[in-house]
């Protein structure tokens, strides 16, 4: 149930409505941005709400069982409020967001909270971004536990690996780029596959801080598997870690880990199980 104060009460029982929604944005960095469908700015308790930024939501739909309630917010790029670049550097990753209604015309009188949350996927295609509101209830529809595979479900150095990656960690600096997923070294010389499926995070530059997953590496040259969201320059600094296929032979010839494998390498597969029945049916 939703509390609001008298005069809003009795504003909503008027003939003439004059609401607007609000959208407070609360970013992990503490960064705070407000957005409005009004058609002027607000300023509510220290924050301004722009209007100008083609910001927009679905109807916002609730439900009094367990089920996930949806919201989708879709808006314009704006030069300096979100931008395409911040979107790819996960600035907005798991943002809070609050969406509420008050009275433009009387703001004093409160507000009608709609929905607090947090943003989970976005989709942009450079000119428009999409961004899907979860509640409290999207994490019950979460999967608890793990599927058996071939592959190792650890990650390399973690505390279920317990490879040490201080000997498989270096730094280095850019000597050429040739695009945003494709930068170079000269000083690289190790043997090519080394890095790949490893880490390439920037310490310096317009990148600093920002972390990707390297797609395929040859001697002096990474390529990551998503971009950087901002140019990479020559002299940037970077921190480069080692990878792993994850598949049982690397963990053996490279890491000597076999012991802590997360995998199951020697459980039969789909093909294996239907081959297994087409020769049981034959002798049948």
């Not at 043997?191 to 990707?212: A, K, P």
Request: proline fraction near 3%.
């Amino acid at each position: 149930m939703k509390t609001i104060t008298t005069g809003l009460k009795n504003h909503l029982q008027g003939e003439v409505l004059t609401l607007a929604t609000c959208w407070k944005l609360t970013r992990r960095d503490a960064t705070v941005m407000g957005f409005t469908d009004h058609d002027r700015d607000l300023g509510v308790d220290g924050v301004t709400y722009r209007a100008a930024t083609g910001f927009t939501p679905t109807a916002v739909a609730s439900s009094a069982s367990l089920s996930v309630d949806n919201l989708d917010i879709e808006g314009m790029l704006h030069s300096d409020t979100i931008t395409e670049e911040d979107l790819m550097a996960g600035l907005y990753d798991h943002a809070e967001i609050e969406v509420f209604m008050l009275n433009y015309a009387d703001m004093a009188s409160g507000r009608i909270p709609l929905r607090v949350g947090w943003l989970g996927e976005v989709t942009f295609d450079g000119t428009r971004f999409i961004a899907e509101v979860r509640g409290l209830t999207q994490r019950l529809s979460q999967r608890v536990g793990e599927l058996y595979s071939p592959s190792c479900r650890a990650d390399l150095g973690d505390a279920r690996c317990k490879v040490n990656l201080a000997g498989r960690t270096f730094t280095g600096t850019i000597t050429g780029v040739t695009s945003r997923s494709v930068v170079h070294d000269t000083a690289r010389t190790e043997d090519s596959g080394v890095f790949s499926f490893g880490t390439l995070r920037f310490v310096s530059g317009g990148n600093n801080g920002l972390t990707r997953e390297i797609k395929y590496y040859t001697p002096g040259t990474m390529t990551v598997f998503l971009p950087y969201p901002y140019d990479i320059e020559a002299g940037d600094i970077y921190i480069i870690t080692e990878g792993c296929d994850k598949t049982f032979e690397t963990c053996i010839s490279r890491f000597d880990n076999a012991v802590n494998f997360r995998g199951e390498p020697h459980v039969p597969g789909l093909d294996r199980l239907l081959e297994t029945a087409s020769t049981r049916s034959e002798w049948e």
